[in-house]
């Protein structure tokens, strides 16, 4: 199989991780996750990824929190979540390095931009933890700011949502799918496609951004080789 692409960042929610269990980590599907992007790497692709925290945390969980704080145990979230995809992908004979934006140089490097890449050109899938490193900045924007640093060709963010709806498919019936939107249009409407700091980022950069279901793990495969699914989003 041929890859449309030759350098990638994706974006893997922590509720895809979590699975059915809603919660955590569900080995099961990280494994299943981990043989797609195997299979994406004996493509010839280069894959950087980041990934969220929501199957462990996710923003407040009080009101009288520091959002400050908040955040910063979300980063931590994030960081559990690498560790455990990289795992996997080990274990499947890919060499795996993680680098997260809080340093934690016990269990991962610390990112640093031209590394990352060298990571990137030898073969190796490069995961980044801890978000941008800052609080008041979600995932989506540490994976937009992160493709555009390691110059990747597209974000491909896999969800438990196979795309961009004019509004929530879980809860309207008559939920309408885009095949591909701008970012102007995602930012007028409203869109739940990635926060507003993440979709100006891409938009300015001209970084398009491919959103679909990684329910089924093969849809990486069939993204990697330009297949018609999910939503892409772009300018122009």
Known sequence: ??????????????????????????????????????DCVDMGVEIAIVVGGGNFWR??????????????????????????VADAIEQLGVVVRVQTAIPMTAVAEPYIRNKAVRHLEKG????????????????????????????????LKASVVDGVYDCDPHKFDDAVKYETISYREVLEKGLQVMDGTAAALCRDNDMPILVFS?????????????DNIGTIVQEG
Request: glycine residues 8%; contains cysteine; charged residues 25%.
């Open 1 to 38: 199989m041929q890859s449309k692409y030759k350098r990638v960042l994706l974006k893997l929610s922590g509720e895809a991780l979590a699975g059915d269990k809603k919660f955590g980590l569900d080995m099961d599907t990280v494994i299943s996750i981990a043989k797609a992007i195997r």
């Open 59 to 84: 923003g407040r969980t009080s009101q009288h929190m520091d959002r400050t704080r908040a955040d910063h145990i979300g980063m931590l979230a994030t960081s559990m979540n690498a560790l455990a």
């Open 124 to 155: 190796r899938v490069v995961i980044f933890g801890c978000g941008t490193g800052n609080p008041f900045f979600s995932t989506d924007t540490a994976a937009a700011l992160r493709a555009v640093e390691v110059e990747a060709e597209i974000i």
């Open 214 to 226: 990684v329910e089924e793990p093969a849809n990486l495969v069939a993204a990697m080789r330009g």
